[in-house]
């Protein structure tokens, strides 16, 4: 059941059909433009890529690869300096000084380096974060969903234990006792995201293990991991997929939580989060400072939740 | 088939049997989570107890004191008989309070806290929905929804932080933080302090109820045959939406408040930090940083406990109100 309000409205003309007219003014008008050999040898990729090519997937796709873009090749590309090592004298200059382009910190380390760097660090953590939680939730969910009985009993309750759980406060549990880090976060963060994945994996489990080739490859005298890798997980993989956009962007959430009540990434690295944290001071006297990696967050975490609603859509037209 | 009210009452006694040996093992499995983040992680009590220096002689007692040399199993039922007959016991910190007074002392500030949100947020998001559906309007549609993606891609302390700053440099408006007793403070002083927080929280939890409450309310108006009968009649479609349609997308809302149960208490940890307010939030996330295991066990599982029995109630008032459930047997 999706609940996106693209389901209510009318699909774009489907690429593969649609006139070359249609295409040429559609969101890719540069790519279509006359046929080429190129049509013919993208044709069983565009069937694949149906529905790909619409602005509700487009535009969150291109705003999610111009953040990353930035922030992974931003600080090299422009030359900026480290993070961390400003000059005091220089603190909170305003947008626009010469040297400093979104200005400085309380601290004097110039905002664009720390906003791009600490981007990675977010961006790392979300993505981090979100494996974990995809390879050990989606192996938990599909042991849960093909084996019904008591093994997937156990493994449900388990899940029941963590989506139970307030997740702040067990990430907040294991990042205190294992102490603040960045990988400790990623590991916190991580193991609360197992059980949404593990839900969607076991119930997409459930809808196909009693399909005809899923029967014939039990029967056949496969291991249970080779039928659950070479059957289940290549038919249960969209769905699972399109939650994953939605996780990292909880689990960026969650990090920039965890950094503000200082159990995240430690300072002196920056991140999101934490750059907030350590603006809170100053909300009156540079607002910037917590609206800069605000807006930034808040670009990133509603691409992906654009477009996870976009992949449904186009799964479940 | 007997009288209705017979027929409700053991529905809702099925639905409870169903349930609450499920509760029981979830909640027990968050305590052993709980414990075994608590003890097998690296983090020493000993060390944060005693600080940087301690003689040996010292720490063993302590530990012999805290039982720490027992197995983990043994101090786990050990703890977990004490807590069932009402022994949470004492906080490692100075002033050593029992666990139990922290507990009672933290929990209404929550409560009120999480209830309010749910209902902000139900309101909001109800409201909203009802007027981009019966609109009928693509713009107001998309405006509604743009403003929902907007609330659900800002984390709630953002969100806090933005809201007091806004309310203090624009509007020259101060929310007072802390927060007061209804009963020796009076209703009024205690909303005064609780009303910025739990706007904050409702913005966080409406567009889960905007998005179920509007596509049940589409889905009704699409495909039921009333709808198309009451057109028929030319009863116009504002009237439909509102005196039929609402009434019968409301059990996905009851849904949504069993969901947002669990991530509104996740939300209201940093809510209370932002807003100074001493409740469970706030008393469980100081325990995690300072190691106070007691508290830490104590209060994820009061917290727990407070989650699954939100779900439950939901599961009853399904049972009471929904004839589907109802009359399954």
Redesign the interface.
Known sequence: MS?D?A??REEPADPATASPVTRAVGTDAGAWAGRSWRDSALDGLRRRGRGLRRPAVVVPAAILALIVLACFLGPAVLGLPSPATGNLEDYLLPIGSPGHPLGTNALGNDMLAQLLVGGQISILVGVGATLIGLVLGVAIGMIAGYRQRVVGATLM??M???????????A???A????PSVVNTIWAIGFFSIAGFGRIARAQTLKIVNLDYVVAARASGRPAWRVLLGHVWPNISGPVLAYAFIAV?YAM?AE??LS????GVPIPTPSW?NI?ASS?GY??VA?QL??MP?LL??AT??ST??LSDALQTRRSS | MGEPGADRTRAMLRVALNRVP?ML???I??SI??FA??NI???DIVHSILGEDYTEAAADQLRAQLHLNDPLIVRYFVWLGESLTGDLGTSLLPPHVEVADLIGRALLPTLELVVLGQLFGLILGVLLAVVSVASRSRVV?RVI?GFA??C???????MG??L??LL??QLHLVSPLGWASPFTDGWGENLSHILFPSIVLGLFAFPLFL??F??EL?EQLDREDYVVLARLKGIPMRRVVFSHAVRNSSFGLLTILGVNT?RL???V??IE?IFSIPGMGSL??NA??R?DAPT?MAG?SI??IF??VA?LLVDLAYALLDPRVRDAS
Do not use: K, W
């Open positions: 609940l309000e389901d209510l309750r388990f029941d234990v963590i989506f139970a759980f307030p997740d702040i406060i067990l907040l549990a294991i205190a006792y294992l102490g962007g959430m920039a939580a503000f009540l200082g159990l989060g907030i809170q909300i009156t607002p917590i609206l605000a967050l808040f975490i509603a939740n654009l | 499920q093992v979830v909640v499995g968050c989570l709980t983040v608590v992680l690296p983090g549609d929804s993606l907007v659900s891609s800002i984390p709630g302390f953002v932080i933005l007091l700053g203090a440099t998005r179920v509007r596509a589409v669990a208490v996740g939300g940890v940093v930090l469980v996330t995690v940083i190691h830490v994820v917290v727990a989650v699954v779900n």
